[in-house]
């Protein structure tokens, strides 16, 4: 064994005990219960690393975590409520919510510290790489809600091993800290026209591949970056949908620039310019590491280097190779892919189609991944073989640029100690999978009776009333504002764990919130036992694209929207945002993509309105008449946006209007007599603030008097016979309780809501 190897060993000896020595103090099992083989004085031995990371006071055995989300806050506005996480396994079948701080001590898994210490006996005897991964995920099991040792606010036992790891391996694992670090940033511009800038011949069989390939480079470009400079995962800070940031030694720019034009050459041969790997790298000060400096200077300083990189984005290779950057693309093929319209290459054969028509073998490729990973418990394997004879030619290309293999399979994997990584995907008992860990992948595909993945028609043609798909965008509110200014003296422990938190929403649950909404979309009139009809193309970080039968969609959006409420504590200052649109089943998808963000970003993220709230004693009277300004935090649905406070009362209008033309067998002329109803309240509207009237009079007009006479010669009808009153009264609380003028604006949306989910024939 070489000096270096027992230097490395050594320290993660410490590293392990220190952390299993907490988690059993926490627990109240006491040093005595730590298992033996685990070397003494480990918290001395990472005295000098603990500092580091921050002053804080130990907590008490038993004490809850505060939830990270609990630390957002604005300058203005109401502070949000603590919320702490009760200390259980993690578990993915539904979404975890923080409560209060003594109902979470309560909530606690009494035998938590057994159920780890189970686990790991069985991994003891591993190899001492392989035990040290498989221990960083078990303590991801075990102690993503148990609190740090030194008392930082939000920041779990399981983010504390991970950073103390990751200045103990950039210190080259020496006793002390080095004076010094260097952040590494990595980002892949390009990526939306790259996914989404394709035909719909054959769009929904590669789209989830396309996607889902740019994680793997990501992943891969990671690995290989910590693989040169001799670190573990730990070091990784974030990562998510082909952006990264992780700590290395101060010397390694060199091994970043060598690995950067590496990446130049390959993606540019490979994507001729359509997308590219962006790396940037900035020095941290050791003692920047445990404080706001962090992200005040060091990571903010990465980010505008990461930012030119963008801007200028295969400049170093230009400046040596200035035709191989700038010179002609292609050869002149007559072949052009169906797909993705790139040029036959030479030497490329592809795959003919029926009925004409030739795709590229990289598309081919995309839809193999895809139907790939469309599997049930899968297992990610990863080696740095070179692929094998008949490998995929999605897994060539990430081996090409990347130098590591990557393939899925289900069933048990490779054992734990041979060169190939096994982990298993969304399956955190990953012991009974032979894995040495595992890997949270948002993943609801849908599948066909022959195990394929459907086509759009099929997801359309699935739709309950008009056949159509539907196509929704959604990501938080304000993210850059809370990392940068919402969230206190952020630290390098504190955005690990912020991130963690945000992409285990987004990756870990998304697909219980989907199988829920498919089996149970708790909507009047919509059908639930409906499965594969919802497909996650991209889901990670603090955003996701999912596509499907369009009646699933807002109801999707508004599950996602109370369970991040759920989720975040109900802070005020984080919220989620939604675009939904409709598309034929022959949609142009860059189209639709790109219509989905528009909804997203110039319908909900633009809607400004005043919200009334209850106030507090006389002196909050006015305020609480007038409302407080409120953005965001809202949904665009078929062409109008609606602040999330209003979407309740568009479902359950949409719902009693199902029930009526549905159930009550009451005229669909109903919806076209109340839609035409709301548009004279709109010109109406208009009319009276081009005459200047105070807002409290802009909502009265003539429509009013239509209403009223228009609704009670229809509930006349049903006045007549005794069997039909009750309907009578249903339309005549529409006239008086639900159609009034601060409820017109949505009455529309409902309305158009409710004739889509009931209509028949073509639907054309």
């Known amino acids: 064994m070489s000096p270096n190897t027992e230097k490395t060993e050594e320290a993660r000896s410490h590293l392990m005990a220190y952390a299993m020595g907490w988690l059993a103090e926490w627990s109240g099992a006491g040093a005595a219960a730590l298992p033996p083989g685990l070397p003494a004085g480990s918290e001395e031995w990472l005295a000098d690393y603990r500092a580091l990371l921050g002053a804080g006071s130990r907590p008490a055995a038993g004490a809850p975590l505060l939830s990270i989300f609990s630390r957002v806050r604005q300058d203005k506005g109401p502070d949000p409520a603590p919320a702490y996480w009760p200390a259980r396994p993690l578990s993915l079948e539904a979404v975890a919510h923080p409560t209060g701080e003594d109902a979470a001590r309560a909530q606690a898994d009494p035998e938590l510290w057994r159920k780890f210490l189970a686990e790991w006996n069985e991994i003891s005897g591993w190899e001492p790489e392989v035990r040290f991964e498989a221990l960083t995920h078990l303590l991801h099991k075990y102690a993503w809600a148990v609190p740090c040792s030194y008392g930082e606010p939000g920041v779990s036992l399981y983010d504390e091993f991970r950073a103390l790891s990751a200045l103990v391996h950039a210190s080259d694992c020496e006793p002390k800290p080095a004076p010094s670090f260097l952040l590494v940033g990595g980002d892949i511009p390009g990526i939306q026209d790259f996914v989404y800038t394709i035909t719909s011949k054959g769009a929904a069989k590669g789209l989830r591949g396309r996607s889902f390939f740019i994680q793997l480079l990501g992943d891969a470009v990671v690995r290989r970056l910590l693989a040169e400079l001799k670190l573990p995962e730990t070091n990784v800070i974030y990562a998510a949908g082909g952006n990264f940031m992780l700590l290395a030694q101060a010397g390694a720019k060199g091994t970043v620039s060598t690995l950067r034009n590496e990446l130049d050459r390959g993606m540019l041969r490979e994507f001729e310019g359509d997308m590219a790997f962006c790396l940037a790298h900035e020095s941290l000060d050791a003692k920047e590491v445990g404080s706001g400096a962090f992200a005040e200077r060091a990571s903010r300083a990465l980010m505008d280097a990461l930012g030119r990189q963008k801007r200028r984005r295969f400049g170093e290779l230009a400046r040596k190779e200035w035709e191989q950057v700038f010179g002609p693309q292609g050869l002149g093929a007559r072949d052009f892919c169906s797909v993705c319209q790139h040029e036959q290459r030479a030497g490329e054969k592809g795959e003919r189609l029926e009925g004409g028509g030739w795709k590229c073998d990289q598309c081919a490729g995309f839809e193999q991944l895809a139907q790939t990973i469309a599997q049930e418990r899968l297992l990610l394997c990863i080696g740095q073989d070179p692929p094998a004879e008949g490998a995929k030619r999605w897994q060539k290309l990430l081996a090409e640029l990347s130098g590591r293999s990557y393939d899925f399979g289900p069933g048990p994997g490779p054992h734990p100690v041979s060169g190939t990584r096994g982990y298993a995907v969304n399956d955190v008992n990953f012991l009974k999978r032979q894995a040495r860990g595992f890997r949270l992948i948002a993943n609801t ?38 990392l940068t200014r919402w969230l206190p003296e952020r630290t390098m422990a504190g955005t690990a764990a912020m991130s963690q938190a945000l992409d285990r929403f987004f990756t870990g649950w998304l697909d219980a919130i989907c199988r829920d909404v498919m089996s149970d979309p708790e909507m009047a009139g919509v059908q639930g036992g409906r499965h594969d009809l919802l497909y996650v193309i991209y889901a990670g970080g603090d955003d996701l694209f999912v596509v499907g039968a369009w009646d699933l969609m807002p109801l999707l959006a508004e599950r996602i929207q109370r369970q991040f409420a759920l989720y975040t504590g109900r802070n005020p200052h984080l919220h989620i945002s939604a675009g939904i649109t409709l598309e034929d089943r022959k949609f142009p998808l860059y189209q639709a993509a790109d219509r989905a963000g528009e909804a997203l970003d110039h319908g909900a993220k633009e809607l400004v309105r005043r919200v009334k709230e209850a106030g507090a ?83 009265f007009g003539p429509w009013m008097w239509k209403k009223v006479y228009q609704l009670s010669r229809t509930a006349s009808v049903y006045e007549k016979r005794e069997e039909t009153k009750h309907i009578a009264r249903a339309i005549e609380s529409l006239e008086t309780d639900v159609l009034t003028g601060e409820q017109m604006p949505y009455v529309g949306l409902a309305t158009r809501w409710a004739e889509y989910l009931t209509r028949g024939g073509d639907n054309q």
Not at 459 to 472: F, H, M, N, S, T
Request: aromatic share 6%; proline share 3%; no cysteine.
């Open 445 to 482: 595909t849908p599948r066909a009776q022959d195990g394929t993945v459907r086509t759009f028609e099929e997801l359309a043609d699935g739709a309950q009333g008009l056949k159509r798909v539907g196509v929704l965008r959604m990501d938080v509110d304000d993210l850059g504002r809370v």
């Open 617 to 699: 004693g006389e002196g909050a009277k006015q305020a609480a008449e007038e409302g407080r300004e409120v953005r965001k935090n809202a949904i665009s649905f078929l062409g109008l946006a609606a602040g999330w406070e209003s979407y309740p009362f568009v479902r359950g209008l949409a719902e009693d209007l199902i029930r009526l033309t549905k159930e009550q067998n009451v005229p669909r002329s109903l919806l076209t007599l109340i839609r035409a109803i709301q548009a004279r309240f709109g010109e109406d509207v208009q009319r009276a603030r081009e005459r200047g009237l105070p807002e409290d009079k802009v909502y």
